[in-house]
């Protein structure tokens, strides 16, 4: 047993019993960014946090404490992602990248948006022009230290 | 000639100088955005744009017209970034790669968010605890076509 | 159980039982083109779909269900593909790639012909000195937003 | 001196005199495709078709020679492609790659569809939820001999 | 079931009972290079073909089925070959490919030597110094198209 | 200076003066195919054959001595060719790798078929429905050493 | 004039005229270990800093400034490093890497030790059995969030 | 049975029984680093450590006799790790790579830091700014051998 | 079954049984590097040495003869190794690799040194300092032939 | 001027004066293996050996001091070496590698054969089948240290 399997099986139950991530969510008690990502294998849970996910999911007793240890992250079969969606973002990092790094470094000057002090947020857009994904980043600043 | 060394120029400019992308943009009447990936070689600029970056960093008549070229784009010398504030971009398409899929999809069916109808607006978000980057991206949902 | 799976299992009731994709086209009522993307794993079904898709390779309820999950896309085991008649599609986009991008923009400007609001066609070309294959695509063309 | 930088001066001064790829073709006598992937190095020009390049490039003699010369082809600088444009195909190849191997198949039987005796004709097409790219190619079928 | 699975069975099967693929090809009525790639995996049988191989080889109704679907083709693990033998042949390539180019071109013009409509010979070539591999390999000149 | 330019040197002169792969083999007094590789940068000069080929390109007493450094080989930019002809036997190699491996054990037993102790022949080979490229491979057969 | 130019012109002027990076790091008034990342292209300096760096290596003004401008960062040729001394740490990293993991989980739970707000001190311990490189790294540990 | 099912046999057992790699290390009689790298299949126990390993998980005679075979070593499935944590330290050998070269060469002259006759101690340092992770690593320095 | 079935069954029963490379080689009658690249799958057995090993490790008929046949050789996971002892001899070829091209080249002029040819000792070399590991390599050169 | 340069202009120098490796060991003192590592980029001279290759190749003090800066290794330009010469050496490594493991470790225990504290010797063996080349290599054990 391993966390991967952990993930497998809470997919597969999420298709035959029609399960949506939202509802996840509210059991659980966080975003529903946090919650599928924990869900699939990349975050980790506490104990009433695994609970939840367990109780909906119908894990076992051990495959509950998988929840709560930390995984080997990345979610991604090949270092270029083949599926479209996802392919978008990684071509937004790969067109904007030099950009962002810009921007943030003339606001902030060197160091790095964190990726582990992060959150996200994705919503519908309503556009009478066809609706839109609005997804909002938040990462906590980190100044390279001097030494 | 070729993109590649326009953007060289406006950078060696840019330092030399000291001009800010914000100034850049205010002058181009554009977001900061869009501007800085204009002279990051990214995009592509009309008449009117492209006589404002050429006043602005002393381009030629000749380096103009290639600001109105289509650039071949992409950004980034190695297919995972070295550089740390954009590989933590990277990071987040591969450890939320999934989590964004599943999201989406849940929300608006099988389709993608737009890398091209899109828009990107990084600000400072104000924090006790250390400033934020926020960054809010908008892309048009493309459903996939049926035929 | 996943979409692979299912995949794997019509491939091989379409071997045994002799079935075409032309057939399964026209039970599903679309085009033999995005029937076979769809019963490869690439496409998305709804109800109906995934119903004759099952009765005719003889699919569980929950098999039925995986065919109306959006799938991972991508369907080549490597990012230069070895099998000769889908290398050749690759050397179309190696060797013209540039060709293509210069006579879009030419025609329509900065942006890209979409390959989510997209169709295809293939068709024999009848031809006495050997037949063709020729092969329609559509793709709308999406320009780049300016903002 | 070599192919690529007869590449090179064709494309900067098309830039500087604003020349199209529809004027080469027509001074060339054969289609916007072939022409533009010949003026990109990846098709062989004869006397006459170089003369006509040649002409309204302004190569010289020794240049002129270049373009007759058979070029080391393929155009572009990665395997997988960075570029929006032309990465929507490779993801096109990538995505219906099994699909298009299968359809043919149906038809043909085993072999391919050759990009050497190919052909390929990009067209505008009009349409009031926005115009398409039209791209018909053909290729003959070649099948797989036995012996 | 797939054709991997037939090919692994067919290889342990002549090992377990000491088949040579001389026998094979003089049952199937075809060239040892040609019936061994058909038995590897690589080439497509018609019904004659596919019941010679399955009297040989023990195989099931449905399994000779597979030797007549036309098989995703590629026999290596990996893109530079690892095996010493078949090392020797990517090296010719790579040593000798643009010696091979050049040739090619003199003699014929732009074009290929197709790898479809191709024929390989494998005989010993006696030599009092060592015998000799000797391979001939015929493939139908294809010249590009103009169009 | 290096072999790499004394290569693009001699491919220029060719093209510039319109020098043919087989007056150059006459001059040198070897095969076309061994020939064509040593101008192109694979092979070792003996004096007498740098100075014909030193000779016929105008190479001065420098660049003659470079024609008889054993150079460093491999004249593909690329691990997997993007050149459609050199890809061929790329492909060649890929699909029928296994085969060529499987007859030269059954008739030799384990070893390789030499690239070094190996000649190649690029004939025409007229046929009516399209003439040939003939190739004869022809490698010392190597047995694995028993210690 | 690009970073790299000053890293280049850093590194040469520091062989011709025999400065060792302690001295710099004096000059500068940081450790020896940001103070050489910094020359290397890789940190970023203030004015003063750059001021010090300038006066020691003879950089112009503009010079100067580029040392005050965010670099990309990265500072290896391939992405596993060649060079035996930066090998050892790539071979600390792949195969301590998940025991590093798990230890630092198993003190501070799920998150990861700052490359950006980290320091290094790198210093000779003396020992009989022979002289020891030792490394003290230090990074804060920024725990991932729930949101 | 291999060494990576003792691997996985161990991990799934410290799950279930919430095992902490200190305690192994305290039964085992060395550091929790090497402990920890023995456990995941990096080191090589002698017969003591082996069975303290194997009381402590429940494993087999032959599993423990596994703990004293020496592992093919390497704990990642990708060149460049994916996980957050341990890309940490693969950005610090890429952006501090050539420091940490340069600085152990000023020392030390030519030659490594030992990463065989090496250690790691990781422990908390508290900070009121946040604890930090403090690593020591200890190797020794081998000079290249003149011959 | 296949060969790398029965190189797992060997390794198996090696540390369950705890034989020594050494006492197969005497079993086998040839050296232990031979007999070592043997069981681990590099090399073909006779019927004899297949017996001598088959006796040993307690392989069946079937197995004895897949001993016998041929296999694709190749015995490392990745094409850069991770393990550090087999990764010592990568460094040597890459550190060392055109120092040893040059001097058996000035000795020996063009060719290579084989690897079918070919035999290796490997044996203690005691040492004061610490034992060395000597290593005896022998290749026949192979001249590169003219034709 | 960087390392690179120097090495170049030792090369060229070599070729254009017919030097041999052994006459530039011979005034360095050293052995020709060092020796030519050394010329070629790859090792450190104290000031004697850089004065000696400086005199033997017509170096300036500026170059000489070079010589004498420990290089960034690594002489081969892709990670699988594509000349045979190299490369034969690269396949030992890959079909053996699993076997000097195994010898190594059955007789040394863990750890690895330095390839710092190395020397490698290059000489011809006579042999009326064809003369061989012989390597020893001679790298001291370390042992894995534990702690």
Known sequence: MNRNAITEKIIATKV????????????VGQSKEWTTALCLGQMTANAEQ???????FGLSEEERKWLQVVPYKGSL???VPTDPLIYRW???VNVYGTTIKELIHEEFGDGIMSA???SMDITREADPRGD???VL???KFL????Y
């Open 77 to 79: 079969p090949t270092a």
């Open 132 to 134: 839109r994904v609005s």
């Open 143 to 146: 100044p390279y230290k001097t």
């Open 50 to 56: 695994a609970q939840a996910v367990g109780d909906l």
């Open 116 to 118: 582990i002090d992060f």
């Open 90 to 92: 990684y071509e937004i």
């Open 16 to 27: 035959s019993r029609g399960i949506t991530w939202d509802e996840v969510a509210h059991k």
């Open 137 to 139: 980043l938040s990462g």
